[in-house]
């Protein structure tokens, strides 16, 4: 197998991406502040005009149902909200400091985006039903799950391909065969990328307990949704290594989620898959 | 195939549930659109529709048998956990429509 990776130099690997446009972190900072008016904000998210002209392709897409409906940022404020406003540029600015990670033999960059596209319209619906987690975050949260294991192919691509070999001849997870020779799962490297770029909290342990949410006591609901999200893109075929197999959810998770039920699982399916579609359109879009 | 709802005409079938601005089902998948229901969608603000093209209608059946292998193939080496199992038998009942 090839040289394993430690946490050590993948951290050093992180410290290495450039930090996420700065039009970010004043928009965060605003929103702190109950006083910032739409059209302050719009000020701000306009000072970058790659990000604001995404922006508003974004908020036309049919994806939010209001095609050819919103001239300006402000106006996408307006009708969108400030939150969901915020997580299309936070999504827009990790699209684009990962344009560069090409595909290559045992991992498509493009599966995985799909597929985390198709867990945020997950996601999505499975907040606004059980109302356990924002609807806006839990869709950025599926979007941006998987940024570890970007970081993982692009730091040791040959021990990558190597691991999802042993995924899938060990029908174990991937996440757990990290777990088994490295002591680490691609979940822990995306949450030091994602604390290096500022995530807010909810997003950053969403992350790092994707696969374990009974140890994220404060958000658990939304990791819940996360956990179950991945595994329902991976289960309709958007699967982001293909052929390694499921991880499973625990019986109170799923429960809680109202999943246990089958005409509410049901329902979810039938949604998700509906779902999914325009996600892919969303994903062309944010590309 | 998504298209344009100026350019939908009665006769073409939903391939996928339409959905409003709030993700409402209007439609169902499968659904064979009259006029009536197209100026529907139109008022109600839907500007896209993911409707079966005839490519589409012949490749459906493989698409379906496909995805129902991949689903059996991809739960077989998966844990076999009450959950995992209750998710693999709807989307079966899902796939087979």
């Known amino acids: 197998m090839a040289e394993k990776p430690t946490i050590e130099s993948l951290t050093e690997q992180v410290r290495n991406i450039p930090t996420l446009p700065a039009v970010l972190g004043e928009l965060s900072k605003r929103l702190e502040d109950s006083k910032t008016s739409s059209e302050e904000l719009a000020q701000v998210i306009q000072k970058d005009q790659s990000i604001s002209s995404k922006v508003l392709k974004l908020v036309n897409s049919p994806f939010y149902g209001y095609a050819g409906k919103i001239h300006s940022i402000q106006q996408g404020i307006m009708i969108l909200g400030f939150n969901a406003v915020k997580n299309l540029v936070l999504s827009t600015s ?53 940024i570890g294991k970007v970081v993982l192919w692009t730091a040791e691509p040959d021990f990558f391909r190597a691991a999802v070999s042993l995924s899938i001849n060990r029908h174990l997870p991937f996440g757990d065969l990290l777990q088994q020779i490295l002591g680490f799962r691609d979940e822990d490297i995306g949450a030091l990328l994602a604390e290096k770029w500022k995530f807010p909290e909810s997003l950053r342990e969403a992350i790092r307990w994707r696969e374990r949410p009974a140890q994220c006591k404060q958000h658990r609901g939304l990791t819940a949704i996360l956990q179950a999200s991945n595994l329902m893109a991976c289960a309709m075929g958007y699967h982001d290594l293909p052929s390694t197999p499921l991880g499973t959810p625990s019986p109170e998770d799923w429960n809680n989620l109202g999943l246990a039920s089958d005409p509410q699982l049901k329902a979810w399916i039938a949604n998700s898959d509906a779902r999914m579609q325009s996600a892919k359109y969303f994903l062309e879009m944010l590309n | ?89 709807l989307l079966l009942e899902h796939l087979n429509g």
């Open chain 1, 94 to 146: 990790v699209l684009e400091a990962f344009k560069g990670v090409k595909s290559g033999d045992g991992f498509r960059i493009e599966d995985l985006w799909i597929h985390s596209a198709a867990t945020s319209a997950a996601a999505k619906n499975l907040a606004e039903t059980t109302k356990l987690a924002d609807p806006d975050e839990a869709f950025v949260t599926g979007l941006l799950h998987d």
């Open chain 2, 1 to 89: 195939m998504l298209i344009a709802i100026s350019k939908l005409e009665p006769g073409a079938v939903s391939r996928t549930p339409v959905l409003d601005s709030r993700d409402q089902v209007l439609l169902p998948a499968g659904t064979m659109l009259t006029a009536g229901m197209i100026t529907t969608l139109v008022n109600r603000g839907v500007s896209l529709v993911d409707i079966v093209s005839s490519e589409d209608a012949a490749n459906l059946e493989d698409e379906r048998a496909k995805a129902r292998l991949q689903v059996i193939e991809m739960f077989g080496m998966s844990p076999r956990t009450h959950e995992l199992q209750q998710l693999q038998r």
